[in-house]
C-alpha cells in the first residue's frame, strides 16, 4: 500500500469513527432527554402533591376552628351566592372569615403563579382555578381584598367578565298575587 491508500484507508476508518461517535452521542442525548423529561413528570406530581397537602391541611384546620363554624352559618345564610351573610357576622367573625381568605386569595394566588411559571396543568388550572376563584373573587372584593399580584388581579377580572358574558340573562321578576293584605 502506498501512502495514498493509507490516507484514503485513515479517512474512511475516521469517517466511520465519527459515524458511530455521532450515533452514541444521539443515544445518550435521547437517554437525557428520556431522563430530564422523567424529573420533570416527577417534580410536577410532587408539586400537585405538596399543593393537595396544604389544602386539605388549610381545610382540616378550617374545620376545627372558629371559621368552620364561620363557614357554616355563612353556608346556612345563602353563602358564597349570597354575599350579604358576610355582613350579618359579628366583627369578629367576620375578621376571623377575612384573615381565612386571605389565606385563601394566597394559595390561589400561588396557583396562578404556577400556572405562569408552567407548573400547574391547563386541566386543575380550567377545572379547580377558574371555578373555585370566579366564586372566590366576588366574596373577596366584599371584604376588600383586591390588591395582590397585578396579574393574578387581571386574571380574576377576566374570569369574572369572562362568566358574566357566558351567563344566561336573568328573567323579569314576575308579580305574585299576595291577596287583599299587601
Not at 386571605?102 to 411559571?117: E, L, P, S, T, V
Not at 372584593?141 to 358574558?165: D, M, N, V, Y
Request: net charge negative.
Amino acid at each position: 500500500m502506498d501512502i495514498m491508500e493509507l490516507g484514503a484507508l485513515g479517512e474512511l476508518l475516521g469517517a466511520i469513527a465519527v459515524f458511530f461517535t455521532l450515533v452514541y452521542l444521539a443515544v445518550q442525548v435521547r437517554q437525557n432527554t428520556r431522563s430530564i423529561e422523567a424529573a420533570q413528570r416527577l417534580a410536577l406530581a410532587q408539586t400537585y402533591q405538596m399543593r393537595s397537602d396544604a389544602l386539605q391541611s388549610m381545610l382540616v384546620q378550617a374545620a376545627a376552628s372558629d371559621v368552620g363554624r364561620i363557614i357554616a352559618t355563612l353556608t346556612q345564610a345563602g353563602y358564597p351566592e349570597r354575599l350579604e351573610s358576610l355582613d350579618e357576622l359579628s366583627p369578629l367573625d367576620r375578621s376571623r372569615f377575612r384573615q381565612w381568605q386571605i389565606a385563601q386569595q394566597a394559595h390561589w394566588d400561588n396557583m396562578h403563579f404556577q400556572y405562569q411559571q408552567g407548573y400547574l396543568a391547563e386541566e386543575y388550572y380550567r377545572d379547580e382555578f377558574v371555578v373555585r376563584t370566579r366564586r372566590l373573587w366576588p366574596v373577596w372584593q366584599k371584604l376588600g381584598l383586591t390588591r395582590s399580584r397585578r396579574s393574578f388581579i387581571e386574571e380574576l377580572e377576566r374570569i369574572s367578565a369572562e362568566a358574566a358574558k357566558a351567563a344566561p340573562p336573568a328573567e323579569p321578576a314576575k308579580a305574585e298575587d299576595s291577596g287583599p293584605d299587601s
